[in-house]
């Protein structure tokens, strides 16, 4: 790695020590935060269960209509299920395209045939969870009266509970993100830096002393050359440092995890980046910046593939990296 400063990968000595650190700081954080970002997610998803109850007529009639007028419901209608099904596990049993579940739960139809959509796909989604669905939860299904105002809150804040599960995980992560992306921009606005968002000026042209989110980098698409053309890739911070003889920007990985086992399976992500990029841009690291559960095996599986990292309880790091 000759003409990459190294900050902490050839520093294996301090590696337990800061592990230690970072855990109790995403602890610390996550005890603080999680329980208000839980319960906001859970008021959120109430009132999005209710909205389909409404819509719906208490479940009784989930229709093809329905779902064309207000796709994102279909989110709320896998949470109905017992057990409650997952995109891809819909995806399957439905045996429609896979984006097709992701596109509708994000509130808009998929760009296909319309009548292949409504004729066949969402006829097939329907189908799956009208054998799914939770009866003994959705009691007033298989009769005749209307629920009860007790049976209908039960199973509305059960599925609203359902439905918080799989979205506080992320709620959290992108918390965690946007805290970071803070702390370095605090970190850079106190050393001059200016935040840039001009997405005409690529990575590697941006004015010495600035910063960037989001940053597109153009890579090589296989890796290896530019035989298969190339694929803008985004970089969470990209810092053009002060010193106008540095010539390259550094490239910044945010980085959070609340647990070791989380940490290994995210591993191939930054590996596929780095390599890209050394065989793009030659000598250059990929800089992590990393708060939570990453421990010496993460952390020398990162250091051998050409990766470095700074410690957000240590953010002033980065004027090793001269910023």
């Known amino acids: 790695m000759m003409g990459v400063i190294l900050i902490n990968a050839d520093k294996p000595n301090r590696w337990n020590e800061d592990t230690q650190k970072s855990v109790l700081q995403y602890n610390n954080w996550f005890m603080d935060f999680a329980p208000q970002a839980y319960q906001s997610a859970r008021e959120t998803c109430f009132a999005s269960v209710e909205d389909v109850f409404m819509h719906s007529e208490n479940l009784k009639n989930i229709t093809v209509d329905l779902l064309v007028s207000n796709p994102e419901v279909l989110a709320t209608l896998r949470m109905l299920c017992a057990p409650p099904i997952a995109r891809d596990r819909l995806t399957g049993l439905a045996d429609v395209p896979k984006a097709l579940v992701k596109t509708m739960e994000g509130g808009r139809l998929p760009r296909v045939n319309k009548q292949l959509l409504i004729g066949q796909h969402i006829p097939a989604l329907l189908g799956v969870i009208e054998r799914l669905l939770d009866r003994q939860l959705i009691n007033w299904l298989c009769s005749e009266c209307d629920p009860c105002g007790m049976d209908l809150f039960v199973a509305k804040s059960v599925v609203a509970d359902r439905l918080c599960?799989?979205?506080?995980?992320p709620i959290i992560r992108n918390a965690q993100?946007?805290?970071?992306?803070a702390v370095i921009s605090s970190y850079?606005?106190?050393r001059g830096y200016r935040l840039i968002?001009?997405?005409?000026?690529?990575?590697?042209?941006?004015?010495?002393?600035?910063?960037a989110y989001h940053k597109n980098v153009k890579m090589f698409k296989n890796a290896l050359d530019d035989g298969d053309g190339y694929v803008n890739t985004p970089v969470d911070v990209v810092i053009m440092p002060m010193d106008a003889n540095i010539r390259r920007p550094l490239l910044v990985e945010c980085k959070s995890a609340g647990?070791?086992?989380n940490t290994n399976k995210r591993r191939k992500e930054e590996d596929t980046k780095v390599t890209q990029l050394r065989a793009t841009y030659g000598d250059i690291t990929l800089y992590l910046f990393l708060c939570g559960y990453f421990d010496a095996t993460y952390l020398g599986y990162e250091a051998a593939n050409h990766m470095d990292w700074i410690w957000e309880h240590r953010v002033e790091d980065f004027q090793e990296v001269n910023v």
């Not at 599960?165 to 995980?169: A, E, I, L, R, W």
């Not at 968002?197 to 910063?211: C, K």
């Open 188 to 190: 850079l606005n106190s």
């Open 259 to 261: 647990d070791y086992a």
């Open 197 to 211: 968002n001009d997405p005409m000026v690529s990575a590697f042209e941006m004015p010495h002393g600035t910063y």
């Open 177 to 181: 993100e946007k805290r970071q992306l």
């Open 165 to 169: 599960g799989c979205t506080s995980d």
